[in-house]
């Protein structure tokens, strides 16, 4: 019990002295929680996955989409302290400003998903990119469809 305690004290030690942002692990015993940004960020984009994809020119949920929106909205319930940004994206075909427009749109779309399934608007927020940050460079359908998306962010624990 004694290495088990000392261990996870050695852990947190190692976490909170490396980095100035807020630090959480949950540590049973003690029931003590301690936040750390990058972790939760991780986690989210590791086992939830912070991006859904759209059809061209579209900035309707797809089943898939929707399924995966779920999958976040249950993390978020989960972790009621953390705010979000959701990205709208773009790929590179259209104009400037047409694409900032539909990448609002998507951005809206995932946000509004989320919020029917819960997550207070309030820890939300949406920008769009349009075509400006693609994910993947290159002139040829692959690449188009993947930049077509909204990503989640997790910016914030509170």
């Known amino acids: 019990m004694f290495i088990k305690k000392a261990g996870l004290l ?18 049973p015993e003690h029931n003590t929680v301690v936040e750390d940004e990058s972790i939760l960020r991780s986690d989210f984009e590791k086992n939830i996955g912070n991006k859904v994809y759209f059809a061209f020119d ?9 399924d995966r929106l779920k999958k976040q909205a249950e993390w978020l319930v989960a972790h009621s302290n953390v705010i ?5 994206h773009c790929d ?18 995932a946000e509004k998903f989320l919020i029917t399934q819960g997550i207070d608007q309030r820890r939300l927020t949406v920008v769009t990119y349009g075509k400006d940050k693609p994910e993947v460079e290159g002139h040829n359908k692959n690449a188009w469809r993947l930049n077509r ?3 989640a962010i997790i910016i914030k624990a509170q």
Request: hydrophobic share 45%; charged share 25%; proline share 0%.
């Open 58 to 66: 579209s900035a309707i949920l797809s089943q898939e989409a929707k």
């Open 92 to 109: 590179e075909r259209g104009s400037r400003n047409y694409n900032l427009a539909l990448g609002l749109r998507r951005a809206e779309a």
């Open 10 to 27: 050695l852990i947190l030690f190692s976490l909170t002295s490396c980095s100035t942002k807020k630090t959480v692990i949950v540590i």
């Open 84 to 88: 979000a940004t959701i990205e709208g």
């Open 149 to 151: 998306r909204a990503v």
